[in-house]
């Protein structure tokens, strides 16, 4: 359902994303991954729109939406997880979960008349119970920790009821045990909310446990894309990104 066809980054002389083609089956949970620089980053932000390619073209369900802007990406179903919970530090949880969907429901409203949403604060309680943030709704956010603003950032983000949900390091700045809570947690999201997941993480032995396909890049191209153990497995890969270490655990 969602496809990049050939498509190419370039700022000046550097080619950030090179001719890369990949595509995304509705419902599934992949892995982006590859080294610093690789392109991971710009791969997302042509998807959002928040840069327009080079050449090449992004289809959403058979139409090319490269180069859109982001609201009307947004409005077509892709969103993205940004660091806003930060942004309004004396709204609670459970305020700012209310606001994002009562946004989205106006955004909404003309295409929503004939089936009546779910009153705005019944659907955040929802998304409040399927966060587990039960116990921190009512707390501003600026005084929750590190990793709860993090999901809460992601619940923003799943608010906008997304086909396609892009998590960017989700668990970046964590430590060890608030990743795998936090990885959990958006597994359990994806499971739920039935939206194809892609997400852009370093820890690899996250990566393998809980992504369904994982893609590699490397100096902006595609170095390899399958399973989890077609990954583990593939020599470029192992060379290039796992190291030696892990080439023998893999072999
Ligand atoms: N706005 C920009 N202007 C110029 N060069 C850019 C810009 N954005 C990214 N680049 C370059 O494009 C390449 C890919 O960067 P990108 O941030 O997408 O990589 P990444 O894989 O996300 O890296 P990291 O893991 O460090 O976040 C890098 O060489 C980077 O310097």
Redesign the pocket.
């Known amino acids: 359902m969602l496809e990049l066809d050939n498509l190419v980054k370039s700022?000046?002389g550097?080619v950030?994303?090179d001719h890369v083609s990949l595509s995304f089956a509705e419902q599934s949970l992949t892995a982006i991954i590859?080294?610093?620089?690789?392109?991971?980053?710009?791969?997302f932000?042509l998807i959002t729109g928040h840069?327009a390619p080079t050449s090449g073209r992004i289809l959403l369900d058979g139409e090319n939406i490269a180069g859109q802007s982001p609201a009307s990406i947004v409005a077509r179903g892709i969103g993205r997880a940004f660091q806003i919970a930060s942004i309004f530090p004396t709204l609670t949880v459970e305020q700012q979960l209310i606001a994002a969907v009562a946004a989205h429901q106006k955004s909404n409203e003309r295409m929503l008349s004939a089936f009546p949403p779910l009153p705005a604060k019944q659907r955040a309680e929802e998304l409040i119970a399927q966060l587990a943030l039960g116990s921190v709704a009512r707390r501003r956010s600026s005084t929750i920790s590190h990793g709860d603003q993090k999901v809460l950032d992601v619940g923003l983000a799943l608010a906008l009821e997304p086909k396609v949900l892009l998590l960017?390091?989700p668990t970046a700045g964590m430590g060890p045990d608030e990743r795998w809570a936090m990885m959990e947690t958006v597994q359990r999201l994806w499971k739920t909310n039935g939206m194809t997941l892609i997400f852009?993480e370093?820890d690899i032995d996250i990566v393998f446990s809980i992504a369904q396909r994982i893609n590699v890049?490397s100096y902006?191209a595609v170095l390899a894309s399958g399973t989890p153990e077609e990954i583990k497995g593939h020599p470029k890969v192992i060379e290039a990104y796992l190291g030696s270490e892990d080439a023998g655990a893999a072999a």
């Open positions: 700022f000046g550097v950030a994303t590859g080294p610093n620089g690789a392109g991971k980053t710009t791969l932000n840069l960017d390091e852009i370093h890049l902006g």
